[in-house]
């Protein structure tokens, strides 16, 4: 079963909307998130590190004060697209480490979003 | 500058038939971990595998294989007996940060 949820899954919303993905690990505590983003037919593209209980850490290029992450608990990262428009809609992806013996990646389905 | 080529954009094969894909990358750091990651049509991204830098040792997990060569900068990946289910883009990355393009793989009854 899915050890990392997304909610929601698709969101479609007006322009100049602001728009809050989560991101849950199910069972085990996730010090640090990844997010990504992906165009169709393309890579993913990794915008930011969510680290609990402190900063996240945006990748060159990426609007801080535009994608905004709180990873405010052991299981639960934010991703808040704020004033949000249609050059924004993509499929948001989070990712959270997992070291139990051998260390995986675990991703979340992640969230289609369209902005109209 | 560190970078993921994957030169292949489509693969398709018959059920049955091994498949390798191809996966260069670039980097100057001494320490560094690899990844493979499946990406099926419903969109979730499935993790297989981590490689960090200093083991080169090739890795078989079932019908899967990889192949790590330092000398050549390259962690190919290989099914082995593909299988429908087995149709997906595969995405090799350097880091969390830098994914090749993807491979897509297309296998047919």
């Known amino acids: 079963g899915a050890v990392v949820s997304q909610h929601p899954s698709w969101v479609i919303c007006k322009s100049g909307t602001s728009v809050k993905i989560e991101c849950r690990s199910l069972?085990?505590?996730?010090?640090?998130m990844f997010w990504y983003r992906q165009f169709p037919k393309q890579s993913l593209m990794l915008m930011a590190t969510s680290n609990e209980g402190s900063k996240a850490t945006y990748e060159q290029g990426v609007e801080k004060d535009k994608f905004l992450i709180n990873h405010a608990s052991l299981t639960l990262s934010t991703l808040t697209v704020t004033s949000a428009h249609p050059e924004d809609s993509s499929f948001y992806i989070c990712s959270a480490p997992r070291v139990k013996g051998r260390e995986t990646q675990y991703f979340g389905p992640g969230t289609r979003l369209l902005v109209l | 500058a560190q970078k993921v080529t994957q030169a292949q954009t489509e693969i398709s094969v018959v059920e049955k038939e091994d498949v390798t894909l191809d996966c260069v990358y670039e980097?100057?750091?001494?320490?560094?971990?690899l990844f493979w990651y499946k990406q099926p049509p419903s969109g979730e991204l499935v993790f297989l595998i981590r490689r960090n830098s200093f083991d080169e040792q090739n890795e078989i997990s079932g019908r899967y294989s990889w192949n790590f060569q330092k000398s050549t900068s390259s962690f190919n990946f290989t099914i082995t007996a593909s299988q429908v289910v087995d149709s997906a883009v595969y995405f090799c990355a350097l880091s969390t940060s830098n994914f090749g393009k993807g491979t897509s793989l297309l296998v047919t009854p």
């Open positions: 069972d085990f505590q996730a010090t640090t």
């Open positions: 980097t100057r750091d001494t320490t560094y971990y």
